[in-house]
């Protein structure tokens, strides 16, 4: 079965602290992969995509993820968290051949304290 | 249009009355698709709709809920004899390709009461 799994519901970091959300991910064949963030009261807005070629991926706001087809795993990292980073962060994934739908992750919730 | 416009933005309604949700994507985008994000939870997917293929409508959580795309460009999706349970945000996305990603619009967060 197709599916995204985020294990950590809720993070915490120090503003400045490095950041690491985790994405793992069940899926057929390999897929687009994407990371997107909804700050409060706001739509999702698309961080980064990776499709294939270099595993490291480079997004907006200083975000990066990598992907490893070993572990089926997509996770976003950034190197210094700024207090307008908190938001909730959702990983996804889809087809590479198809419009059919894109499955996302429950989500991770950050907070990022002064 | 810039981008992914939904309307109404808050929906108040009362249990058993039918509403109607409205999704106008970017003009050009030929996928669409309908999300439902309740209270702390991630998106279910309900319905997407490609060019002039046959919706993908495996997500509708019941017989309540349809969708419709008129002229490969706006979107309704209606819930009749809405319920409690049906309160939730609902979100409209467009692509214009695979390797996109999805456009989304900002949401109608319905309260059924």
Redesign the interface.
Known sequence: AQSVTQPDIHITVSEGASLELRCNYSYGATPYLFWYVQSPGQGLQLLLKYFSGDTLVQGIKGFEAEFKRSQSSFNLRKPSVHWSDAAEYFCAVGPKTSYDKVIFGPGTSLSVIP | GAGVSQSPSNKVTEKGKDVELRCDPISGH??L?W?RQSLG???E?LI?F?GNSAP?KS?LPSDRFSAERTGGSVSTLTIQRTQQEDSAVY?C?S?QG??Y???????TRLTVV
């Open positions: 030929t996928a698709y999300y939870q991630g998106l997917f997407y490609q993908d997500g979100l996305a692509t695979l390797n990603g999805y456009t989304f619009g900002s949401g």
